[in-house]
């Protein structure tokens, strides 16, 4: 398909679109040591102070990172408000030694940054909040003996979080990340307690996560809920998948994580074979796999809304070839009769970074019913198996049914058609989490309505015949909602994503010409088009954890791009044309789509 690219190559100076802005504004983060980038940093000896195999980067970092922001802690100019040691409400923090004791609970980080920000989250930014094990760990002494209280302490303290949470949304916050807490039995200082002791652990995070939701749901807000209590189990259940060799003892032997360095390591190469750090933090690799559970979780929805972009730009095409047809039929001298016609069609497109090859045939009938009006009806089918970058593929199967008419008198001509397509989706989405790829497979079905209309002038210069071009294309795509199941069984990665609705008014306008160069005709286009309806669409989606679904952004299309296209169509024996057309999109940083179509026609 090298010549496709290089139609776009060689007229893409035409027009142009800006390159898509960043997902998000900023990365803020609040919460206890699993999100610390280093606020302790400045008092402890030099290549510490992260609670991890350092220097290593926490989550925060690593996600930061791949977001396109470099995290830094709040006490030194940056956006991570999180401490080690901070509960979520009350002082001290845990443990009650320097430097953890002074720890700012979570519920005093977010008041400062609103407080920073004069009372106002910013709409744009992405707010991660995770907390409680250390409010775990305060009660968990006591929890035996007196285990109303420590149910009460943690429906109070986890009532208080989702409050927080609330806080956040109310004052503009809309993209939200909300943890859960790992199962603290299965640390390596939780296997290092009796069995009754584990177990106890394992039932107060279990508990505490469990009154989150309950909170979290009563607060009405939507956040995307991301299970760590269950990922780890799952990377615990089979470590060497993940490319680990330990995941049930401390990398850092006797020493503390937040004073760790590579000197302590139990052996060379534990901060990326070992998934804990010390007693309950998670090691260099450790914090890496999060840092891959949470960008997938964050990607998948954009990547799931093309779901809805490859049946516009099929019917885009579509609406091309019967616009096409009608117009070679109606440029013969024929006043009646019926006609047959088929249209073989692949390329190449790019949608945001997702690649795809299509492929179509199309067949149709149509009558002239008079000397300057055809009406006809086509069946078509496309497929596509699009590539998202380092994500898996989806496959998308399409079966359209269209009526068409055309109308010409001297140089003007009008066509007009209506579309209905079902389509069949199933998706392979795929999520590195260390050395392991998960795949999530998914499946669903949707439709698409369109109606489209073309009107072109024709300027007669003798063989030559050139002029302006209009049309509009309205159309309406449907993608049913789906459930996706990890083909490992494992459920933490799962995601639903609700019913997409994708309108698209498309505008154009453009030039044409022709030559009548004995029996054959060559032709070409250039045609600027904008889409009224190609920008801020959302797509919903709701993770394992809860039911809820939260808005996110679809992945960028662009609203105005321009179109190029070149054909010849040659009037073979008794009545035969044969035609090529080759065109593309050029001028977008959003979107590429070049396809190039071989049709036949014939009289019966």
């Avoid at 790829?437 to 949707?446: A, C, K, M, V």
Wanted: with cysteine; charged share 15%; glycine share 12%.
């Amino acid at each position: 398909m090298a010549g496709l690219r290089l139609l776009g190559a060689a007229v893409g100076a035409l027009c142009c679109v800006s390159a898509q802005a960043a997902d998000y504004s900023d990365a803020i983060f609040f919460g206890d040591s699993l999100s610390d980038a280093g606020s302790f940093a400045p008092v402890l000896p030099p290549g510490t102070g992260r609670f991890t195999t350092n220097p290593g980067p926490v989550w925060a970092e690593a996600l930061g990172s791949r977001l396109g922001f470099t995290i830094t802690p709040a006490n030194q100019g940056g956006t991570d408000h999180a401490e080690g040691g901070a509960r979520v409400s009350q002082r001290p923090g845990f443990p009650d030694l320097p430097p953890t004791g002074g720890a700012t609970p979570v519920t005093s980080q977010i008041a400062a940054h609103l407080g920073a920000n004069s009372g106002v989250a910013d709409p744009d930014a992405l707010y991660s909040v995770w907390a409680g094990a250390n409010d775990i760990f305060t009660i968990a002494p006591s929890a035996a003996s007196d285990p109303a209280a420590a149910q009460a302490y943690l429906q109070a303290t986890a009532g208080e979080l989702a409050s927080e949470v609330a806080r956040l949304a109310a004052t503009g916050a809309r993209h939200i990340i909300v943890w859960n807490v790992p199962d603290i039995g299965a640390t390596p200082f939780g296997l290092s307690q009796d069995a009754a002791g584990a177990a106890g652990l394992t039932a107060l995070s279990a508990g505490y996560n469990q009154l989150l939701e309950i909170g979290l749901a009563a607060s009405g807000v939507p956040v995307i809920r991301l299970d760590t209590f269950g990922l780890l189990r799952e990377v615990q259940a089979d470590p060497a998948r993940y490319g680990f060799a330990d995941a049930s003892l401390p990398a850092c032997g006797a020493t503390p994580a937040l004073l760790c360095t590579t000197a302590n390591l139990v052996v060379p190469g534990a901060d990326q074979s070992f998934v804990f750090a010390d007693g309950v933090h998670p090691s260099t690799a450790g914090h890496a796999l999060l840092a891959d559970y949470a960008f997938g979780i964050l990607t998948a929805p954009a990547l799931v809304s093309q779901l809805a972009e490859v049946p516009v730009r099929s019917q885009v095409a579509l609406s091309r070839r019967l616009w096409r047809v009608t117009e070679i039929a109606l440029s013969t001298a024929d006043s009646g009769g019926n006609g047959a016609w088929a249209d073989v069609e692949g390329g190449e497109t790019e949608i945001d970074g997702t690649e795809g090859s299509p492929s179509g045939l199309a067949i149709g009938l149509d009558r002239r019913v008079s000397p300057n009006t055809l009406i006809g009806v086509a069946l078509s089918f496309e497929r596509s198996e699009p590539d998202w970058p380092d994500a898996g593929s989806f496959e998308a199967e399409e079966v359209a049914l269209s009526t068409y008419l055309g109308w010409r008198r001297g140089g003007l001509s009008i066509a007009a058609h209506l579309s209905f397509a079902s389509i069949d989706y199933e998706t392979e989405r795929e999520m590195r989490l260390g050395s392991a790829t998960r795949r999530l497979e998914g499946d669903t079905d949707g439709d698409r309505a369109a109606i489209g209309i073309q009107a072109g002038y024709a300027i007669d210069l003798g063989r030559v015949h050139h002029g302006p071009l209009f049309s509009a294309l309205l159309q309406e795509v449907s993608v049913g909602s789906f459930a996706e199941r990890a083909a490992d069984g494992s459920t933490s990665s799962s995601m639903t994503f609700d019913k997409q609705r994708r309108s698209a008014t498309l505008l154009s306008v453009g030039w044409q010409a022709f030559m009548r160069a004995g029996r054959w005709t060559p032709y070409g286009s250039i045609v600027l088009s904008h889409d009224a309806d190609g920008r801020s669409r959302q797509v919903k989606a709701a993770t394992s954890l809860s039911p809820q679904f939260v808005e996110f952004d679809a992945a960028a299309t662009p609203d105005g791009y321009a179109t190029a296209s070149l054909g010849i169509v040659g009037q073979l024996a008794d009545g035969i044309r044969l035609g090529a057309d080759l065109v593309s999109v050029v001028g977008s940083d959003e979107l590429d789509d070049s396809r190039l179509s071989l049709s036949l026609q014939m009289p019966f």
